[in-house]
């Protein structure tokens, strides 16, 4: 099974419960697009970040709980964080803080293996 196809698993599987997005990390450049010598080319670049942040989970969204009658029955939703890894997979230290900074928050982050 390929990547893409392991996070739209776990995504479908948390449905009941939330919803998760693909949450890509990364650099690239943006700017102006030119013709010189007939070659397409980026004018005025500019690097921008994109993602939430270096070490955010792989899929990241919230978990829908109820609160009960003495609670004001309301439903609210809890940020959840989850970070796909191989079985042999090592988890960064990045990325380890952060689903340790979901948890303390009170949100929901965990590493599932696959």
């Known amino acids: 099974m390929k990547e893409q196809e392991h996070y739209n698993k776990i995504a479908a599987e948390h449905s ?3 919803r998760l997005f693909r949450n890509n990390t990364g650099k690239a450049f943006q700017g102006k697009q030119a013709q010189i010598n007939g070659v397409r080319c980026l004018v005025e670049p500019r690097l921008i970040n994109f993602g939430l942040c270096v070490g955010s989970s792989d899929l990241i ?28 997979g090592i988890v960064s230290d990045e990325q380890q803080r952060f689903i340790d900074a979901v948890n303390n928050a009170g949100g929901i982050g965990e590493i599932k293996k696959i």
């Not at 978990?63 to 042999?88: L, R, S, Y």
């Open 16 to 18: 009941d419960k939330g």
């Open 61 to 88: 969204g919230w978990t829908q709980i109820f609160i009960t009658p003495d609670m004001i029955g309301k439903k609210i939703a809890i940020f959840t964080a989850i970070e796909v890894k191989k079985q042999k």
